[in-house]
């Protein structure tokens, strides 16, 4: 079975830095990625996703990742963090026409004013 | 597009009573829809799998007889948490596919049993 490890439980950024968040998962094939973002008692936002095709990939918010089958990562990354992005970030992996998907254990990110 | 809502989004409530949870996708048809529970500061812990017209699929060390799925059509499923307890309190979230690999969350039911 796949699986999903986000290395950082805790990150603090300045308004304005840049930010990346690691991602790295296990899974024999290539894989489909996904990053979600969770705001305090709220659900779970779709960032972007991998499927296939160009390894770098757009999402909204500003946020992008790019998937290395070579380091089998998929890290998130923002050129400039802004304080609404303060909140919990979750890397997962799922399987091509499977409904089977593993999250990661989160990385909580912080914005210093 | 691809919006699932939750409702209610906090119940409080007895410990021995049945509380039910509605999983809506508002905006698609929903061939799959899945069950998650989370703790605090932790990742989600998916509980069960559900497939419309048919039984869900539960995961290991998940009660069905606790935890029961229902999912009814292509835009509802519940969760009806039978005789509550407080160590049942928790955040359960759900989400739904439409067959495209991805899965797009509600926003989550805050439960705690007193």
């Known amino acids: 079975a796949q699986s999903v490890t986000q290395p950082d439980i805790h990150i603090t950024v300045s308004e304005g830095a840049s930010l990346e968040l690691r991602c790295n998962y296990s899974?024999?094939?290539?894989?489909?990625l996904f990053w979600y973002v969770q705001s305090p008692g709220q659900g779970l936002q779709l960032l972007l996703k991998y499927f296939s095709g160009d390894t770098l990939v757009q999402g909204i918010k500003g946020f992008e990742a790019e998937f290395k089958r070579s380091q089998s990562s998929f890290n998130l990354r923002k050129p400039s963090v802004h304080w609404s992005d303060a909140a919990e970030y979750f890397c997962a992996v799922g399987v091509p026409n499977n409904n089977d998907m593993r999250f990661g254990a989160g990385t909580r990110l912080t914005v210093k004013p | 597009g691809a919006v699932v809502s939750q409702h209610p989004s906090r119940v409080i409530c007895k410990s021995g009573t049945s509380v039910k949870i509605e999983c809506r996708s508002l905006d698609f048809q929903a061939t799959t829809m899945f069950w998650y529970r989370q703790f605090p500061k932790q990742s989600l812990m998916l509980m069960a799998t559900s497939n419309e017209g048919s039984k869900a699929t539960y995961e290991q060390g998940v009660e069905k007889d606790k935890f029961l799925i229902n999912h009814a059509s292509l835009t509802l499923s519940t969760l009806t948490v039978t005789s509550a307890h407080p160590e049942d309190s928790s955040f359960y979230i759900c989400s739904a596919n439409s067959g495209t690999d991805t899965q797009y969350f509600g926003p989550g039911t805050r439960l705690t049993v007193l």
């Open positions: 899974y024999g094939a290539t894989p489909y």
